[in-house]
């Protein structure tokens, strides 16, 4: 299906039309018009810019990789690049969603089919009595679904933290596995601010200082996507604290262990090597008192058990056994 | 009992009667409505949105979780999100608490019964002569029982903080338990922080910029409520750093305390070993001097003792026995 | 004694005067009248604030505990909070002082008898030649009296780090007593930090913004002050740094010894263990070579000594004994 | 070849002239003149300066070693430091490139031949659209090279970063030349961080404040600028938290191996210590039950093997082995 | 030799006259004096400030210890307080150097002989074309002498440093020597920030807002010292970082050795507990197979040199030896 819209006066018109129609309908300041790109190649975007003006710095910056989250403004058109995000196998992946919004006209541009343009029209569709702002009603459905992405992933990271504090004081030391568990989960984190951070500046630019997009309808909505930014960005915080405490918890808890074996050791290589001197003893080849009699056997045997079990009660009040 | 009031004058005319007739008295500007809804459902919130015209956005974030203290305005009212925390079982809870204001109503809702609003009418009622500030008043008694509620909290850790204190000299070990409660306290401190913090720009909000609200005779008392919210923020702040100097003392205590046991381990195993090999000297089967006769009982048990005796002073001496 | 004082012109007219007089001095502009209480009851400055018009708010601070060193400003009125510290068996304390100023009168309220007030009066006396700029000089003198108290802290904690340093490259291991000491410092400069980091705010406010008490000829001094408080900010942080500096190298050590005392551990072990292992070859009941014989008795002895004699010597080459 | 261009009407007009024509040429404010200096004498300069009439200080801090990237404004010139990175053998190398802009001349100052011009000019020759905008355009080339080359390097760091994560949780523990490489790493990320965060003052600088060059066709490709300077940044800060992560998750894996160590050690000493002490026993020369018959044989061999298998068991139960 | 001078339209007319003729000089607002007190008694500096007319608090400041570097603006002077800093057999020292600024005077007062005022007037006659800019000049050269001698520190840090790396991952383990230098090195560098970070708002001041010494021609000279200024801090702060992985690689491989020596320590012990093992075996008083016979030597023989070798080829592998 092709991904364009047609709008007038607030009211979606046209749908799925050919790319090629869009330079008749944004012509007419009274139409919105919208439609997506989905990893096009250089000369789709070459003749979509040439098309509605857009800068050639804009263009190329859909081309370049490990870009950040940004709003660039230039006299006819913004150009907003954003970053949507998804788990697979535990691991972070991101899928560049770019943006260029004229007066009338939005085009985005995905990375990859995995961020689905689907949901981002159906959001349109549910607040449709908010059509009549235009692009900037559109822009915002956009940037909201990328934003509820960022915020899905610091829920879950949340339950995962949670998860590693209940297994924390448990009985059995951490494996391998739950270090790689730990480690992942803060890489992801770390990845996650990478892209959530600048999204504040990015809707901040959007909603304060932008004419172009600006209608005074559209602003609680903008305000309340600034608020979601700035919850995923302190829950964010909030649970590097959190894992700060797990991890030094943890680190104190292997000390903790580590001195509980020492102390098992020092006292069973006590109660084993006490009796080996002793029968260390007895076994000389000199004439001991009870040396070859049954007296030196069972002086031997008594003085064994008594030292055992002396040194076995003293470790075990002490609390090392 | 339905809780609702209507003030006139300063003076509180009416109460407890049915939401119902809060419509009638809310069209007077010369009155100031107050009711509270607990837990309600949409259709509840929905009604009084339209009653007194509220922004949908603002009905909505009352039943989105995970929202964080703010103070939304919108052009006829204002829409207050903030957090009431209480300790259960050694657990941090909290409790949304958000308001609608507008210039002659305030609306409060509650997300459970753990908070208290008897409470707050009863500080209403203490504060009687400002009464006639309206909505000013009612927020501010509102958010002041909210914050003195952060307060109580860190007052509470500051406690549990000492306690933690005397015990790190303590002779004993920490247990496991403590490491737990430790664990336990510090994510308090966290989940305290993460709806204390932002309370300062609520505050700062309501009484530096809003034109709603204002009346100069309440200002001190919201300049009050500010200086609340910075001591909670600063003791808290404080107590991290104590924290940390509990945390590390005790890291460096554990080290300490597996050196100690090295120590012992190291002294205890040379006075064990060091009869075992004379004994096993004396246990060859080789005619090495005494072997089989007296003086070599007397010799090997002689050396035994001397070398033990030695072993044992040398080791007292050096501090690690 | 009764601590009151009127200035008038500049010049010290009357002392000690019963604090029942105050009313009738107060009421003349011209007239400067400071007068003291001592962990005063509600009762006493209930009719203090009455005489001298102070809000309600100002006059609750006075006994709420907790507090944060600020500057209320108030229409007539400024109220001060800070905090004067003093060691007590190594252990800090603070005393409240709080002051009331209106355009010629300061109240001064103390926690308690621990702050000598006797040395405020004494510094407004050496200084008496600014005493004409009225309540800004006598304040001054108070705040400058409370910042050097913190001042004087600062510099007997850089005197504990510094006999801490020296400790820390001498042989003996850190003892129990040392960590407390270490740890108790920092608990005092965080505690310190506490009140005295506001205190920046409270010189500034009280420097810059306020009309109320301003006099050309005090603004030096009043910028004097806040140097001193900047000073005692910079130093605690300074001093913060050179306490990381000692605990991490103090933790390295550790680490160091205990590698010291496994090296140790390792080699008297080792050259018990192989003694041990050839006198249990000689000792079985087996035809060996030299069993019986004085062969048997020459070659085990030699065996040992050189063996025992190879490994204390590797080991001393290693650096491990 | 030498390095000297003259452009007209954003034509390059001619190339590799000597650098004597140079002041004939930049006389006629027409003309836009650039040429390079690679590692120059103070003569050298010294006749530049005159000829453009630059400031003694900006000439005198092409010689200081240990500048840090910064612009200097003068009346008639600017005077640009920045720092262009490579790689040799692991280590990070800076050459210093600084630049003289007025309003019709640049002069490239570069500390030796490792920075190679061509690859400026080459850039030049393929944004040839722009070069009518002079200086401003020059400049821009040369910039975003030096910030290209910093970009690379952050993405080798993130590859070296990704090697390291790969290594973390392999089954042998990290060696000496893993722990050189690691510290390598984070030098020279410290060492990039350096040169690369004055560089956001820097262009902020140009592009901001500075009328000298301002043409507004170039403002958005200094906003580019800027923005890869700040995705340097971001990304670098980005690689500081995830070396943390390794750091700590490192030292964690440490932690645990030296536990893992321990059971290990302890599980194996008493599997061979109690056969000891039973063979002891055996070996005593008083008549124990066995004492020199068969039944003495089979009654030891049993006791060792079972005593063995059991403690073995019991281990690998626990998993200490 | 008196440090006395006499500038007359930028030409030094005379120069080591007595103090006494400064003030027929300074009277004339076309001289600029200069002249230098070293360690001056509470008497020297009363006159002088009567003289000049300099505010009782900066005289007294002088005599004060503990000052943080600063400027304080008078009506009719500046008083400016820098430390210059030296080291002493790997100490830090540091040298209290204030100065009075009045439009056509400058008094240096420097703390003691250890700071050459020899050199800063070698640097005006170097710079004597400046030299009609009066005290802003001199004032210039007194701190850029100053912010010199800041400077030649970090490179001395930057070299020990570098010192430190190298020695990092040598074989030999860290010395307690070496700890003290790590230390000592941190120590002074925390004691170069003290004194260094303040110098940013002291030279910000001198070349921002003060009107009293401002000459255009100095102000680039102002800015290139910010610059130095701003070089030492931000110098310093690389080194920091440095410093924290120089530290914490070095903690990593102690923990690295450490499990090293645990690792040779169980292989050992196994290699020698095994065949003591044995021998206790056929030193028992039973007769086992081969009692008393030459078969029981041989197998004993053989069993022992097999499980040792055993033993040794499989650490060897597995990389314990």
Known sequence: MVRTRLYRDGVLVSEGFPVAEVSDHVSDP????????????????????????????????????????????????LFITSYWLHLEDGRLHSVEVDAFATRNALVTVRESEHFDIGKVTARWDAAGALAKNGVSFLLHGLLDYVVDAHFELVEHF???????????????????????????????????????APMREVVNTLFRRDQ??????????????????LRVAEWTENLRELMSNLRETHMSQQGFR???????????????????????????????????????????????????????VAFKKRGWL
Chains 1, 2, 3, 4, 5 share one sequence.
Request: hydrophobic share 40%; glycine share 6%.
């Open 30 to 77: 009274g139409n919105v018009v919208w439609f997506d790109l989905c990893a096009p190649t250089a000369a789709d975007l070459e003749s979509v810019a040439e098309e509605l003006g857009l800068h050639t710095l804009a263009v190329e910056d859909v081309f370049q990789e490990h870009q950040r989250p940004k709003v660039d403004v230039y006299d006819s058109h």
């Open 158 to 196: 949340d339950e995962q933290v949670e998860k590693l504090e209940e297994q924390l004081f448990e009985e059995r030391p951490m494996t391998r596995e739950d270090a790689r568990r730990m480690f992942t989960l803060r890489k992801n984190m770390a990845g996650l601010r990478k892209v959530a």
């Open 212 to 229: 172009l997009l600006a209608t005074p309808e559209m602003a609680p909505y903008y305000q309340d996507l600034y608020d979601h930014v």
């Open 258 to 312: 580590l001195n509980e074996i020492m102390k098992k050791l020092t006292s069973w290589a006590a109660i084993i090597a006490v009796p080996t001197m002793i029968t260390g003893y007895y076994g000389q080849n000199v004439p001991y008192p009870g040396f070859g009699s049954g007296s030196g056997f069972w002086s031997s045997t008594i003085i064994i058990v008594i030292a055992s079990g002396v040194l076995y």
